[in-house]
């Protein structure tokens, strides 16, 4: 079982939708991070959390340390949001980054 | 500031051929890594350094070498180039701080480097 679990793989949307994707984790962490990628593009962060919940712009993420969860949430969908998202933790014990295998958000107009 | 540098973007290479990728940042980040991406699977950790004389393995981290004798610059050596090795590489950094809960920063990554064994 893979030590960061994303979920959905993939998800599409209509324009103007809410969308929730979801990041858990078995291992102890320091810190948890979501990125975005865009197809053929660089990596981008997007929040980089430790408790609680975060918020910029449309994106709003949060974490439950003691579930062990992560959810990024984007409030009214647009196709520029299109785009790969990655969780990925940063482990307390071993200072290493553990990537999730990333969600594929396809937003329509 | 330039961020997180990456050179090259692009690279082909014939099996046993060695080459270096180059990373440096100029943020004075303790954090550093390499991580390679391939279709269908995630970002996986190669190398990281949390500082300068300092490097660990991660979960890739066969056919590569890396150092880290400066703070800024962390390259990533390939002896013998495989075409397993045929992949998206990204070089990252962050700033580190021990014995905190929250001690990591914004994650700074390079652009990334294509590269193609033959």
């Known amino acids: 079982k893979n030590e960061v679990e994303q979920s959905p793989q993939n998800l599409t949307a209509q324009e103007g939708e809410f969308i929730t994707i979801n990041c858990s984790y078995s291992v102890g962490i320091s810190a948890l991070h979501w990125l975005q990628q865009h197809p053929g593009g660089g990596i981008v962060s997007l929040f980089m959390l430790s408790s609680g919940k975060k918020k910029h712009g449309r994106l709003i993420a949060t974490i439950n340390i003691q579930e062990k969860h992560s959810s990024l949430h984007i409030t009214a969908s647009h196709p520029r949001d299109s785009a790969v998202y990655i969780c990925a933790v940063l482990s307390y014990n071993t200072d290493k980054l553990i990537f999730g295998t990333g969600t594929r958000l396809q937003v329509f107009p | 500031n330039a961020g997180v540098t990456q050179t090259p973007k692009f690279q082909v290479l014939k099996t046993g051929q060695s080459m270096t990728l180059q990373c440096a940042q100029d943020?004075?980040?303790?954090?550093m890594s390499w991580y390679r991406q391939d279709p269908g699977m995630g970002l996986r950790l190669i190398h990281y350094s949390v500082g300068a004389g300092i490097t660990d393995q991660g979960e890739v981290p066969n056919g590569y070498n890396v150092s880290r004798s400066t703070t800024e610059d962390f390259p990533l050596r390939l002896l013998s180039a495989a075409p397993s090795q045929t992949s998206v590489y990204f070089c990252a950094s962050s700033i580190l701080n021990r014995g905190r809960i929250a001690n990591t920063g914004e994650l700074f990554f390079g652009e990334g480097s294509r590269l193609t064994v033959l």
């Open positions: 943020m004075n980040h303790e954090y």
